[in-house]
């Protein structure tokens, strides 16, 4: 009985924290001057600008799956399965696009790219303008975005590549090649996980809102932020979410319908993978990955760190943002121990199946994770901005909401993973001896469970850390974050000064990840 | 001759799992290695598959050395070897004439000769009616099955069987047993079967080899090694 009320009011708050926002945020964009009316909808598509936007998304999102897929699964095949050298070095580079918000990369290439850029000093204004064309617009936009999302199909591709049974891969090397037995048997295998990234990948990309913004690229989530935040119209703003909140929905049934029962016959495994051997093509693809790693990784983070390279900019930096630093440690550490709670008991009850709605509950989970976050923004305002509930709207705690919203899937899977390496005997045989609910969750689940909690809180922590979206929108005065904080002085402030609070973010972002690595040695 | 192992070592973190194991296999002969789990009789397959190297000592197939300490010298896609596998592992995302047609076509073998292959090798493990099957669909003594006739179709010079047949229940394990004897003397072909089980094993050899610690303790007749475990538990 305590296991069902502890797991009812996970699934109770899920609802109140996450879907009565955006519930409330339809239901209040259907009324206009109290009366109800689909006047928002109805301007919605007759001008030609939203349909602009609509193509502009879905041209952005798409173009940047389609890359990220084709420039990683044979990245993540030749990190994850192959003898490359160095690859642990290059998998920890290619991660790091993913660690730094992505309007700081954004920045760094403005910095290289832009028109009195790095480029342009070299090469000439005449270079520097082309470059700059380049930036500025699609496919900069585009370029930008595929380095950040690279690192979700090249972890993905080495979980799943794991995950193969190898005797499948030894049956087909009794008669062939490795490059047939990748491209016919390997591969193929993991499809079900390269569609996932492929999805993934794309809700991240069609709910970004700082790297569009940065480089002017219009999409809906910008379209979003600027109805809100610039004309304070409300009604307009939900409009322009409504059509990324369909987008979402048609993949949250795309996933349930064709993914849900191909992506969990994967089990972890813990026989060894099996290395490839790459003889004679190491040296092409070592050349052809560091020259990747170059470009994505070492260019940009190379370009904050030069730029700032003075301790008046550090000075500076620290001076304008040092509460922003750390209101923003403070939020994302809460909002992330926030994530393994919910995460734990969502995780428990999706993978354990304790309730008859657990797919329910995670079906809302993953809805409001695909949802872009202006979109969950705008939710919070619609439900919290009453005088009634003021001390939740003026307070870090709608920061913190839509954290939880946004990211409790994340947590709730990693944790639903964790749970199924967890054999159900173990809480069994504690049930059966009279161990009550509250024992067997502290005395045996969480124990058991502990890398999962951590490697949620660290994810958490990361997403909530770099967060933009939400925090841009909701943030009530005096809790603005450092994302926030750099994204409001990026337009009048020193480069110097922007580029050291860029690193000053990617250092903080990896404070935790250094200190676990601390206490795990 | 078909296999030589000369003297072979193989370590895991330091400790021996083949432990100096010399072995050879004649032409059509039907050799079981029985041991224990742990033994390193798995090992001393894939080592002649070619999944593993040794570290030291040399494996012979057909009088062409094809490993020697530590090296490949021929990888296993051309060492014309069939394996089937304790968990069968037939290809999921292909069909039960995908799974056949597979090591055909990397052999660059022409569409016609590859389907009268197909068919008759589904005839001989009578499963003809399941060409288009995907191996999801089929019950465990059928999987062993497709999985047989995927290691026989491309003719190979050994057959090597990983305790094939330990998942399978007992009526299906003693009807599959048959159906390999009479495979093996039709087709005269060479197999090397490694099991934990001793009647499975006395039943199906010409030869069994007893491996324990990694190292080869008796090698004889079903009769002969049934003596010498008899004698040793006394």
């Not at chain 1, 909808?41 to 041209?59: D, I």
């Not at chain 1, 192959?82 to 642990?88: G, M, Y």
């Not at chain 1, 969990?264 to 290395?275: A, M, N």
């Not at chain 1, 797919?359 to 009453?386: E, H, K, Q, R």
Request: net charge positive.
């Amino acid at each position: 009985m305590a296991r069902r009320y502890t797991l009812l009011i996970a699934v109770f708050l899920l609802i109140v924290i996450g879907l009565a926002p955006v519930i409330a945020m339809f239901v209040k964009s259907l009324f206009i001057d109290g009366k109800i009316s689909l006047a928002s909808y109805g301007m919605l598509f007759q001008s030609k600008r939203e349909w602009q936007l609509l193509f502009n998304s879905l041209l952005l999102a798409g173009s940047i799956t389609f890359i990220t897929v084709l420039l990683g699964v044979p990245l993540g095949t030749l990190l994850a399965k192959t003898d490359l050298p160095l690859k642990r070095l290059f998998t920890i580079l290619f991660v790091i696009p993913l660690i730094v918000p992505p309007y700081i990369l954004a920045i760094a290439w403005f910095y290289c790219l832009g028109r009195s850029g790095i480029v342009a000093g070299m090469f000439g204004p005449k270079i520097g303008a082309a470059t700059s064309q380049f930036l500025f617009g699609f496919p900069g936009t585009l370029f930008v975005m595929v380095s950040t999302l690279l690192p979700v199909v090249i972890i993905l591709m080495a979980t799943y590549l794991r995950m193969v049974n190898q005797k499948l891969e030894e049956a087909a090397k009794l008669s062939a090649g490795w490059l047939l037995v990748l491209k016919r048997i390997t591969i193929p295998v993991i499809a079900p996980g390269i569609f996932l990234s492929a999805l993934i990948v794309f809700i991240l990309a069609i709910g970004e809102f700082g790297v569009p913004s940065s480089l002017r690229f219009d999409v809906f989530p910008v379209e979003s932020f600027v109805q809100f935040s610039a004309f304070y119209n409300f009604n307009a703003a939900t409009a322009a979410a409504i059509p990324l909140g369909v987008i979402t929905l048609v993949i949250l049934i795309v996933e349930r319908l064709f993914l849900r029962k191909k992506t969990v016959q994967f089990k972890i495994t813990k026989e060894p993978i099996i290395i490839v051997p790459l003889k004679k093509a190491k040296p092409f693809l070592f050349t052809a990955v560091s020259i990747l790693a170059f470009i994505f990784v070492i260019v940009p983070v190379g370009v904050l760190l030069i730029k700032s390279f003075s301790l008046r900019a550090y000075n500076e930096a620290f001076a304008i943002s040092t509460n922003s630093i750390f209101r923003s440690l403070l939020y994302a550490s809460i909002g992330a121990t926030c994530l393994v709670i919910f995460g734990f008991l969502l995780g428990y009850l999706l993978e354990r199946k304790a309730l008859r709605f657990s797919y329910a509950a995670d079906s809302i989970a993953v809805f409001l994770f695909a949802l872009p976050g202006t979109v969950i923004g705008i939710g919070l305002i619609s439900l919290w901005n009453t005088h009634a509930t003021n001390f939740i709207y003026a307070s870090m705690v709608i920061i913190l909401f839509g954290y939880i919203a946004q990211y409790m899937a994340l947590g709730e899977r990693i944790m639903a993973a964790t749970f199924s390496q967890v054999s159900h005997s173990m809480e069994e045989a504690a049930q059966i001896v009279g161990v009550g609910w509250v024992r067997r969750l502290f005395g045996i689940l969480i124990p058991l469970t502990k890398r999962g909690l951590i490697a949620t809180w660290l994810v958490g922590f990361i997403f909530c850390l770099r967060d933009l979206g939400i925090t841009m929108m909701v943030y009530p005065p005096d809790h603005d974050t450092l994302p926030v904080r750099i994204f409001t002085l990026m337009a009048n402030s020193p480069e110097e000064v922007i580029a050291a609070l860029g690193v000053i973010m990617v250092v903080i972002t990896f404070l935790p990840l250094y200190l676990l690595g601390l206490v795990t040695r | 001759m078909i296999v030589e192992i000369d003297n072979v070592f193989k370590y895991y973190n330091k400790i021996p799992a083949i432990n100096g194991v010399s072995l050879n296999i004649e032409k059509s002969e039907r050799v079981v290695v029985l041991g224990p789990s742990g033994c390193g009789k798995t090992t001393l397959l894939r080592i002649i598959a070619g999944f593993i190297q040794p570290d030291e000592g040399k494996v012979t197939i057909d009088g062409l050395v094809v490993a020697m300490t530590g090296r490949c010298l021929v990888e296993p896609e051309s060492r014309k070897i069939g394996m089937v596998f304790q968990d069968i592992a037939l290809w999921p995302h292909m069909s039960v004439y995908g799974n056949l047609e597979f090591g055909l076509r990397a052999k660059n073998i022409s569409r016609e000769k590859r389907n009268r292959l197909i068919d008759e090798m589904l005839e001989k493990v009578q499963m003809t009616h399941f060409k288009d099957a995907s191996p999801g669909d089929l019950s465990g003594g059928q999987q062993q099955r497709i999985a047989l006739a995927r290691a026989l179709i491309m003719q190979p010079r050994i057959l090597l069987m990983d305790e094939p047949l330990s998942n399978l229940d007992l009526d299906l394990n003693l009807l599959l047993r048959k159906e390999i004897l009479r495979m093996q003397e039709d087709l005269g072909i060479t197999m090397l079967y490694v099991t934990h089980d001793r009647e499975e094993a006395f039943s199906l050899a010409m030869r069994v080899v007893l491996m324990g610690h990694g190292r080869i303790q008796k090698i004889g007749n079903a009769d002969e090694v049934s003596k010498y475990l008899l004698d040793l538990s006394m």
